[in-house]
């Protein structure tokens, strides 16, 4: 989803990717096949790059501490990077800072969790610090028995983090972003829903919210981003939590454009792919106003249909105003396959751009019109199954 950013502005974008089957191969000219987490390869693929960024977070710090040693320009850089990548390392940072973190503790046995359990209360949220992504490697433990059953996790990784169980009213999203010489710029903040510890939908920007608590979430997020020396995009994920810390607590963090930030393809001035490759060329930020009062991102996961562009006539028939941004990935149960972006008139209309931004989702993912689509859609979709 950067290569359209990068096209726009002339820029060269060359892909180290995993497998010659992952989106980016059909998206950018220039992907090589190659394994992050091997040095010679990422020496090799660096060589002649202006700047090397990241869209995930696992390139491991080492690999790019040689780099920087050997003058490729890494952003954003391992010092950074680490707090991305390490929950632990991140709740410290956090707790630094002063800024507002969930009750934490550095986890090594089960002992240590049930003692963590019997001071902050039950249940306990139990994190693996590294490796974890949409919800794998978190694990809600309920009561002293239930932390006897942890010990497979402790077995593969120690210490782990235990967190209180917050009880938050929404989940929100603070995204800004920072170039080298310390430009930050922030998008409005954002309440993202989760299913099953995946992200479903976001509405831009988050309603009702108190207007010092937005302030006091997007001062944190920037502030976070000039202490830790962030570059490029970073979200900060938060529970919102009326009348605890400052409203908020903070979840965790992410440096690169992020599930929380696709609203802003079409819903922004700049969208976070563009603004993350203007922020690691240190080149000055765009303008991060909204191109409507509401913006509804709606996430489609794998499911019935494996033909996605068979249900395209019913889907794009059914909401002209949606922009659909399918990942070109096969198609798997809960696998996040691509998402729909939907602009209202006005905050009143949100349940309505989130009915219709549903449906068009919905459609893609079951390849049927379902009942909420209306007569239209189903005759096209009729159309669409004759057609090969
Ligand atoms: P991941 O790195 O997989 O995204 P997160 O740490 O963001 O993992 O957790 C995934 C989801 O689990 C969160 O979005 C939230 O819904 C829930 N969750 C995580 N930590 C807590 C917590 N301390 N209290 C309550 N819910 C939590």
Redesign the pocket.
Known sequence: MMAPAATALGFELRVLAEGPDVSAVSAVAQAPLGDYKDLEALREFAQGVDVLTFDHEHVPGEHLRELLASGVNVQPGPDALIHAQD?LVMRAAIDRLDLPN?AWAEVATVEDLVAFGDKTGWPV?L?TPRG???????RIVSSPAEAAQTQDWFDVMSPLLA????E?SR?LSALVARTPDGEARAWPVVHTI?VD?VCDEVIAPALHIPIEVAAAAEEAALRIAHELEVTGVMAV?L?ETPGVGYGFLI??LAMRPHNTGHWTQDGCVTSQFEQHLRAVLNLPLGATDLLGPIVVMKNFLGGANQDLFSAFPAALAAEPGAKVHCYGKSVRPGRKIGHVNLVGQSPDEVDDVRRRAGMVAGIIRDGRATAATGQDAQVHQQNSEETP
């Not at 974890?132 to 978190?138: L, T």
């Not at 967190?163 to 917050?166: D, Q, R, S, T």
Request: proline fraction near 4%; charge should be negative; hydrophobic fraction near 25%.
């Open positions: 929950k969930p949220v994190k974890g992504y949409d919800g794998k490697g978190v967190e209180a169980k917050v938050f989940e989760q510890g994920e529970f979840n965790e």
